[in-house]
């Protein structure tokens, strides 16, 4: 019987992330600051969803037609759990990319997402992608793609390639794989310790095994012991999508695309004499020794006229979600912290203080005429990067998507009881979800079920680690007696009721 796996690792599950720009919500911002056209999305696909913790999030969360395949068929079948739970409109399937791709019951689609797929296969699944991508996505669609990229990669190569052969000529294939995966770290690691001239040459190796060390193992297996791995340069990755006819539109983060925060001056002349706006990419890699890319294509890039960039951003609404009083007038970049000039951003938080949804056009209405138009909008694109307020959706798809989300979200708090693995919950308002710790997922149930203080959530949370056979370590220390758990865990609670609590509601996470 032929092999499913194509290579690909299939006897350890991938890991439960969420990844938001997955959220076709998460192009309109970056879009309009790169003086795009948004488009409008009704179906998306997203290609390797893993877990399926996003594709199921973004389903449940908005009112746009979702599909999605994993070989995997312990993934595809977790992701239809949820799916089934939450009855949204999504389309999950367990087939490989040649078989999903050439199917002809498909809709064309207006964004196609893959994160952590493109540098973990082989060449000629990256073909069935491109062709499906040239096929598949509609005139004006949106793609996003991740990959390893060089140069980064460069200097640390040989520690995956030393895993996989590892792997490769000594692992057991009776053994299960954190098993191998451990041995492969170990052996790896001791070489490197007696590779001087390499650890020269490329003196980050021994740091970056290091902290390989403290990854989960599920994690590792998928990222360095597939047989395929191939880490690309820009242009590459150009070069392969150019059958697509999908042009480079932007970063999903527009922290990645400010210039001050990111490169020096000198950086900054040098740039500003090249014209080829891919060129441009290629070298800003090369300053910033970039490893990992997340970017947005677009088929068909429009220049978005200017009357046309100023609706749209009016009609835009935002609702502050971090405590006003922890919000910091600073952006962290490659360069180091950037200051932010109080006096744009200090009336504009003022206003988005009382935590109420907020449309634009009323937030440039009640600011002073000394804040120009661009300036807000700047402004709001960097606070919503800083994720201290969010783009929200408008108020009919909040309403449609409202139960599912709650039925998600129900789901996922039960099983933060008896299992650590999916840590994000889901906002009606954004599309999205938002990671939390643990502990604040258990806190947040137990605070549904009508226990509020501080004293109870430390109990239920107690409970919840006695019946595990676990308790607390802090800074590295155990905490043995029931009485210091019971402590700590009171100081965990009392935090989460000033600081996760406010923001789960803000979120319509949860409600009183
Ligand atoms: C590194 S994981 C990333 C999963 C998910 N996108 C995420 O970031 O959480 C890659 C996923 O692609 C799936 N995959 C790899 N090759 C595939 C293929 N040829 N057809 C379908 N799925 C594939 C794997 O099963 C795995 O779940």
């Known amino acids: 019987m032929a092999d499913w796996t194509e290579g690909y690792i299939s006897d350890i599950n991938y890991t439960y992330g969420y990844y938001p720009y997955l959220n076709p919500n998460s192009v309109i911002i970056p879009f309009l600051r790169a003086g795009l056209e948004v488009p409008k999305f009704s179906t998306a696909c997203e290609l390797g969803f893993g877990q399926g913790i996003s594709i199921n999030t973004h389903a449940a969360a908005s009112d746009i037609k979702w599909y999605g395949t994993d070989f995997n068929p312990a993934h595809a079948s977790f992701a239809q759990e949820i799916a089934d739970i939450t009855d949204s409109d999504i389309h999950i399937s367990d087939e490989s990319f040649s078989e999903f791709c050439s199917r002809s019951d498909l809709p064309d689609f207006d964004f196609i997402g893959l994160h952590g797929i493109w540098s973990w296969i082989s060449d000629d699944n990256r073909h069935i992608i491109t062709d499906f991508l040239r096929r598949k996505l509609k005139v004006g669609g949106v793609l996003y793609i991740s990959y390893n990229t060089l140069p980064g990669w460069s200097a640390t190569a040989p520690i995956r390639h030393m895993l996989n052969q590892h792997d490769h000529m000594l692992g057991s294939r009776g ?270 149930h137990t605070y549904q079920q009508g226990k509020k203080s501080s004293t109870q959530l430390a109990e239920v949370a107690w409970q919840v680690l006695t019946q595990q056979s676990k308790h607390l370590v802090k800074k590295g220390k155990d905490l043995q007696t029931e009485e210091e758990n019971l402590a700590e865990l009171n100081n965990m609670a009392t935090n989460f009721i000033s600081n996760t609590l406010p923001l789960a509601k803000r979120l319509q996470i949860i409600t009183d």
């Not at 210039?259 to 441009?280: G, K, R, V, W």
């Not at 206003?351 to 009640?366: C, G, N, S, T």
């Not at 408008?394 to 449609?400: L, P």
């Not at 989300?405 to 994000?424: A, D, F, P, R, W």
């Open 175 to 444: 053994q299960n794989m954190k098993k191998r995966v451990q041995a492969s770290m170990d052996f790896t690691q001791n070489l490197l310790n007696i590779c001087q001239p390499l650890v020269q040459q490329s003196p980050l190796i021994p740091q970056k095994i290091e902290q390989m060390q403290t990854q989960d193992r599920n994690y590792l297996a998928h990222e360095y012991f597939n047989s395929d791995w191939q880490p690309m340069y820009f242009s590459e990755l150009s070069d392969w999508l150019s059958p697509t006819k999908a042009t480079f539109a932007c970063s999903p983060n527009v922290l990645e695309d400010f210039p001050h925060s990111n490169f020096t001056d000198e950086q900054l002349d040098f740039l500003n004499s090249l014209d080829d706006p891919m060129f441009i990419q290629s070298v800003k890699d090369y300053m910033r020794n970039t490893q990992f890319r997340q970017d947005f294509w677009v088929k068909g890039a429009r220049n978005i006229s200017t009357a046309k960039l100023e609706k749209t951003w009016q009609n835009l609404r935002f609702l502050m979600i971090s405590n006003r009083q922890d919000i910091t007038l600073n952006i962290e970049g490659n360069i180091g912290t950037i200051e932010l000039l109080p006096n744009i951003y200090e009336p504009i938080l003022d206003i988005l203080a009382d935590y109420k949804i907020h449309q634009v056009a009323d937030i440039e209405q009640a600011l002073p005429d000394s804040i120009k138009q661009s300036q807000l909008f700047e402004a709001l694109s960097f606070l919503k990067a800083k994720n201290n307020i969010i783009l929200v959706q408008d108020e009919q798809v909040i309403e449609t998507v409202r139960q599912r989300c709650e039925k998600l979200n129900h789901y996922i708090l039960q099983q933060s009881l008896v299992e650590q693995n999916i840590t994000s919950l889901v906002s009606p308002l954004t599309g999205g979800a938002f990671s939390f710790s643990q502990f604040d997922l258990i806190f947040l």
